[in-house]
Nanobody
Framework: QVRLVESGGGSVEVGGSLRLSCVVS????????IGWFRQAPGQEREGIAAIWDARVRYDMGSVRGRFTISQDKNTVYLQMNNLKLEDTGLYYCTTDGPHTHGCDGYWYTANKVDHWGQGIQVTVSS
């Protein structure tokens, strides 16, 4: 049974930091693209960062330089620094694949995702 379990969310002030964790289990995800999506209130889910083979990283401009994705065995992390109000939302761990040469060019689109975690809330306040 595929399981993606997120943890580490919560409330933080502008400029603060949080680290999200996602434990992946239940299948061979070694060639999958593992990502983080978020959904802000009233908006669609968007991919913000992804990692493949525990080393090839992808991110979107809105988080570049502030968020870092990493992987240690079956746990994928999202280190979020210098948080902004607009980072508030539900954060989801995702997988899609398998892939042989890295994440798909459209890794950040929700319809590419095969598996979703349950989501975890991040709230940034002033």
């Amino acid at each position: 049974q595929v399981r993606l379990v997120e943890s580490g969310g919560g409330s933080v002030e502008v400029g603060g930091s949080l680290r999200l964790s996602c434990v992946v289990s239940g299948y061979d995800y070694s060639r999958d693209c593992i990502g983080w999506f978020r959904q802000a209130p009233g908006q669609e889910r968007e991919g913000i960062a992804a990692i493949w083979d525990a080393r090839v990283r992808y991110d979107m401009g809105s988080v570049r330089g502030r968020f870092t994705i990493s992987q240690d065995k079956n746990t994928v992390y999202l280190q979020m620094n210098n948080l902004k109000l607009e980072d508030t939302g539900l954060y989801y761990c995702t997988t899609d694949g398998p892939h042989t040469h890295g994440c798909d060019g459209y890794w950040y689109t929700a319809n590419k995702v095969d598996h979703w975690g349950q989501g975890i809330q991040v709230t940034v306040s002033s």
